[in-house]
């Protein structure tokens, strides 16, 4: 088993890197933390208020695509891991303007690689392992039926998934060229606490909580599955530790669920939760025109993890489902924080709310 010394966390600040350093920092009291964050508007040093004082922690302000700068770190702090979570990820914006997403999750992927191999190929240490966070939405749509594998060809549909595609061809790229030491998860849809409320499920609490319209795209009828973000970072806590170098590792809930009946549960755990009538936050749904290229249907086949590594989710939906519904009602501080400036401006000409 592999047990670095020193991490590197990109896009620590965001909602899957802040979640996965809450959980690994205590659970591996042998290992350093450095998190480089730019702080888009995804980021937020809120999410890290239970590790900030620990001395194993370390917050540095920077861009993954900053070559100098990561260098500079993977040197000083004698980096034995870097896990790559910093992406643009939100496939809205990557329609509005697609630029961005080439720019971190491309290039930003290359930088890290190329400075992470020449920092492991300087021999200054002993271990090494590049770890690339990646998605299920790098495989395309399915039909009503099928799983993707890790054997799925790559078919991106959205700006956002095509420079994922590109980030995850650069990481078996350095693997299969310069046999540099890499590892690579998909992951399916996530949900759970500081989740950012530009996403289908906190958005739904957030205006279900304001009474304001509940948007839903097309039918409703778009097929995700959905996992917990904490079983998400167990995962790849596995995959870094027990993963065979090279390998692709598929994550997933096995818990499909249709967009509309989400919203619906949502609906109905809030209405209990706020005293409401049942059904009266039901009739805030609005179905709106479908998002262009929106993929059906994602579906994970996650039995390799399982069977070689042995890691399976230990949430069931309903438990945590129930458990983010009552962290964002316990949590409308930062919510009413992280909704307010630049991200309103957005979330305004998104959805018309004034
Ligand atoms: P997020 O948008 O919440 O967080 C991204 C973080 O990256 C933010 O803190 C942001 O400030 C930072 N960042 C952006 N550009 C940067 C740059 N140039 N340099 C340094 N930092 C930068 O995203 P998330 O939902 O936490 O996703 C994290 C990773 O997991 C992404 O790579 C995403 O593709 C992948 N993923 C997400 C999901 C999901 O359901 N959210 C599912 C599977 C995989």
Redesign the pocket.
Known sequence: SFNPRAVLV?????????NFINYFLPANPGCRVIN?????Y???LENLIGVENDPRYHFVK????DARLVAQLLAEEKIEAVL???????VDRSISGPEVFV???VL?TQVLLEESRKHWSSESVSQFRFLQ?????VYGSLGSTGYFTEETPLAANSPYSAS?AGADLLVRAYHETYGFPTLNT?????YGPY??PE?LIPLMIHNIIAKQPLPVYGDGLNVRDWLHVRD?SAAIETVLKEGRLGGVYNIGGNNEWKNIDIVNLVCDLLDERLGRSPGESRRLITFVKDRPGHDRRYAIDASKIKQELGWSPSYTFERGIAETIDWYLANQKWVAEVTSGAYRDYYDNQYGNR
């Open positions: 990109t896009g620590g600040a965001g909602f899957i890197g802040s480089l964050d730019l702080l888009t995804a980021g937020n920077g861009d993954v695509c790559h979570f910093a992406a643009e990820s939100h720019r971190t999750n930003g966070v990646s998605t299920d939405e994922k998909r992951c399916s849809n996530n989740h950012f996403k998400h």
